[in-house]
């Protein structure tokens, strides 16, 4: 026996270290990967305090991979189960190469109490598995990665459980020691293993047999999935922690912020991996293609051919097959990530209407937007490449600053005969409210701005808006990527704020209250912005709005992106509805976080939709089917496409901003 074990020990200190040093070789690699690349993202180790609490909710806590019930469930107890075993495996290992080194013998009173609970928790993960192969092999979601990798992991896990439980089974199973010592009754479900397999009945010889047996089945298989680790999708045990650890802790964000006039600068936006910052690398590591963002994307679910799970793994499959360049830097040899053959394509990036839903669902806190904003940002400055209808937008926005093309000075003319008053007239106002374009010039929401002027009037509010001075925000050019447009606009209405004493700026377009109050600041230039939701529900509340409820039947209340995933302002646009109609609130099915896009951001207002389902019309689709008689909205941009969408369907649904049901209740 002496002997054995020390044949035992040589062949596991001679694994170890082989299966160890190779695991730390690659694990290596992909760091020098992730510095090496040229991308500097902003600093993301401040608050830390609130990092380390971030790390407790997110990754122990599995708090965002439980917001899907079932496979959230099934992946907490696979997490908690895997996590629970560690120990008993990490002490199996140092046994192996140190036979004397026996921790149950060492300190009885806390190791059978761990492996009590260890036992079952790690029966918990097979329960895990059961429901994941349920559902890869009869619920069969479209957006679940299936096949050779995905099974492997499946296969490697259950085996090493599997046989935590065997080499359980068996140390039960054997005789007292001579100093009284024995794990009887310390496994309650590898208990059940033990008698099921009769091993009470074996010999001690026999009993030493199989413990061996799955000893070696147990430590080869975890040595031999700690080497299939870095070139996996389970690379995220690695880099999830950190990656959520990392991540932007404010829901709000801004674009990138590019320095256009960096004379040095030999390329804007990203154009090749090497253009990568280390946290959008670290991002594609962290991945576990669970397909979560796919299934809540309104591009992907209307048949459109962007997929954010598959372009986050397009992304690190083009960052690994270009690593030797990269490492070696020569930066020469790394080739465009859009050329010919890629499959990220122009279908691929400007499907995206920039919802935000990928990022809000991800359990490990990926930015999937970052990589398409500024691909698109150097598909743009660098090769003037984007769909030829937005040619056009980016003129009119050039020249009459709107994307419509309307003459400038015509941009307060929805207010003729309404006594709006002017800043440029005024000088002064306790509000400056940005009407937008949207809310100057396209048609519907001209009512809208209408109705917004009624309200405020009533309400007595000291307002003004700039009028023919106003020019767009800023987010159309920026999301299709012309950054110089934008900067250009951003700066020009800086510059006019700056002319006028105001305390707050009130905006009824989510779009113009994201950019104004999230990547203003980005250029020296920090408000006050209210959006018109929590700005009425304050006029209410303080009793300046005279509200009498009517019956308008059942009301369904469409989310804003921008208000709703990029804001998290949920509940004060259902407020008003709730307010204004005695009827019931009915939600849509995709509603709140999981809020299904109108089909507008990301400036595809002006992009024409030729491939699958029109978003509007699916969103419409939504709506209808809730049986409401008023769909209510909080976006100029919502409330035009969810009117036309509904114009394809037999139900002529009203469409209300939240503006026009204020302004229809009040006195």
């Given at each position: 026996m002496q002997t054995y074990l020390m044949i035992k020990s040589v062949l596991m200190a001679v694994a170890l270290a082989g299966a160890f040093g190779y695991f730390f070789k690659k694990v290596a690699r992909l760091y020098r990967i992730m510095m090496a690349v040229d991308g500097e993202p902003k600093p993301m180790l401040d608050r830390l305090n609130e990092r380390i609490r971030v790390l407790f909710t997110d990754v122990l806590g599995q708090a965002n991979v439980r917001r899907k019930f079932g496979p959230g469930l099934a992946h907490t107890l696979i997490f908690f189960g895997f996590l629970a075993i560690q120990p008993h495996s990490l002490e199996l290992m140092i046994k192996g190469v140190i036979p004397v080194l026996d921790i149950g013998h060492w300190i009885p009173w806390l190791y059978k109490p761990y492996l009590f609970v260890a036992d079952i928790l790690g029966f918990l993960v097979l329960v895990g598995f059961a429901y994941a192969l349920y559902r890869r092999l009869v619920i069969k979601p479209a957006y679940l990665t299936l096949g050779r990798d995905a099974n492997l992991i499946i296969v490697f896990t259950s085996v090493i459980v599997l046989s935590f439980h065997l080499i359980n089974a068996f140390q039960m199973a054997m005789p007292v020691e001579p100093d009284g010592f024995s794990y009887a009754g310390v496994f309650p479900i590898s208990g059940i293993f033990a008698a099921l397999f009769g091993l009470h009945g074996l010999s001690p010889s026999g009993l030493t047999v199989g413990y061996e047996l799955f000893y070696f089945v147990h430590i080869g298989t975890i040595l031999g999935f700690l080497i299939y680790i870095p070139g996996s999708k389970h690379l995220h045990l690695l880099a999830a922690a950190p990656n959520v650890f990392f991540k932007r802790l404010d829901v709000e964000k801004s674009i990138v912020k590019t320095d256009i006039e960096d004379e040095e600068a030999e390329t804007f936006g990203l154009g090749r991996v090497n253009e990568f910052n280390w946290y959008n690398v670290l991002n594609l590591y962290a991945c576990t293609e669970c397909g979560r963002c796919e299934e809540l994307c309104p591009a992907s679910g209307t048949g459109k051919p962007l997929s954010p799970k598959q372009i986050i793994h397009d992304f690190k499959v083009d960052l690994l097959d270009q690593s030797d360049p990269l490492l070696n830097n020569e930066k020469d040899r790394i080739k465009p990530i859009m050329r010919e053959g890629s499959p990220v394509t122009d279908d691929v990036l400007w499907a995206c209407t920039t919802c935000r839903s990928c990022e809000d669902i991800c359990p490990v806190s990926n930015e999937h937007l970052d990589f398409i904003f500024e691909m698109r940002k150097h598909q743009v400055l660098m090769e003037a490449?984007?769909?030829?209808?937005?040619?056009?937008?980016?003129?009119?926005?050039?020249?009459?600053?709107?994307?419509?093309?309307?003459?400038?000075?015509?941009?307060?003319?929805?207010?003729?005969?309404?006594?709006?008053?002017?800043?440029?007239?005024?000088?002064?106002?306790?509000?400056?409210?940005?009407?937008?374009?949207?809310?100057?010039?396209?048609?519907?929401?001209?009512?809208?701005?209408?109705?917004?002027?009624?309200?405020?009037?009533?309400?007595?509010?000291?307002?003004?808006?700039?009028?023919?001075?106003?020019?767009?925000?800023?987010?159309?050019?920026?999301?299709?990527?012309?950054?110089?447009?934008?900067?250009?606009?951003?700066?020009?209405?800086?510059?006019?704020?700056?002319?006028?004493?105001?305390?707050?700026?009130?905006?009824?377009?989510?779009?113009?209250?994201?950019?104004?109050?999230?990547?203003?600041?980005?250029?020296?230039?920090?408000?006050?912005?209210?959006?018109?939701?929590?700005?009425?529900?304050?006029?209410?509340?303080?009793?300046?709005?005279?509200?009498?409820?009517?019956?308008?039947?059942?009301?369904?209340?469409?989310?804003?992106?921008?208000?709703?995933?990029?804001?998290?302002?949920?509940?004060?646009?259902?407020?008003?509805?709730?307010?204004?109609?005695?009827?019931?609130?009915?939600?849509?099915?995709?509603?709140?976080?999981?809020?299904?896009?109108?089909?507008?951001?990301?400036?595809?207002?002006?992009?024409?939709?030729?491939?699958?389902?029109?978003?509007?019309s699916e969103r419409a689709r939504h709506a209808v089917d809730t049986g409401a008689g008023t769909i209510a909205a909080a976006c100029p941009f919502c409330a035009t496409m969810l009117h036309d969408g509904i114009m394809e369907t037999d139900q002529k649904i009203p469409i209300k901003d939240i503006a026009e049901l204020i302004d229809d209740a009040s006195n």
């Open positions: 490449s984007f769909p030829p209808e937005m040619q056009e937008t980016f003129n009119s926005l050039e020249n009459q600053a709107n994307p419509w093309g309307f003459s400038a000075d015509t941009r307060a003319d929805w207010s003729e005969g309404m006594d709006v008053p002017v800043m440029a007239e005024k000088k002064k106002a306790r509000v400056l409210w940005f009407v937008g374009c949207a809310g100057s010039f396209d048609d519907r929401g001209k009512k809208i701005s209408q109705a917004t002027a009624r309200v405020l009037q009533k309400a007595g509010v000291d307002f003004a808006i700039l009028g023919p001075e106003e020019v767009c925000n800023g987010d159309m050019a920026r999301r299709a990527g012309n950054e110089y447009l934008a900067q250009m606009m951003i700066a020009q209405n800086v510059e006019t704020f700056g002319q006028y004493e105001f305390d707050t700026i009130l905006t009824g377009c989510p779009h113009c209250f994201n950019t104004i109050k999230n990547e203003y600041p980005d250029f020296g230039a920090e408000y006050s912005v209210v959006h018109t939701a929590d700005f009425f529900n304050d006029l209410i509340n303080q009793g300046r709005l005279n509200i009498s409820a009517k019956d308008m039947g059942a009301i369904t209340f469409h989310d804003s992106c921008y208000l709703g995933r990029w804001n998290h302002i949920y509940d004060s646009p259902r407020d008003i509805p709730k307010q204004v109609n005695s009827g019931a609130l009915i939600e849509m099915d995709r509603t709140g976080s999981k809020g299904f896009c109108c089909g507008a951001g990301g400036s595809r207002m002006f992009m024409e939709e030729t491939i699958g389902t029109r978003i509007n």
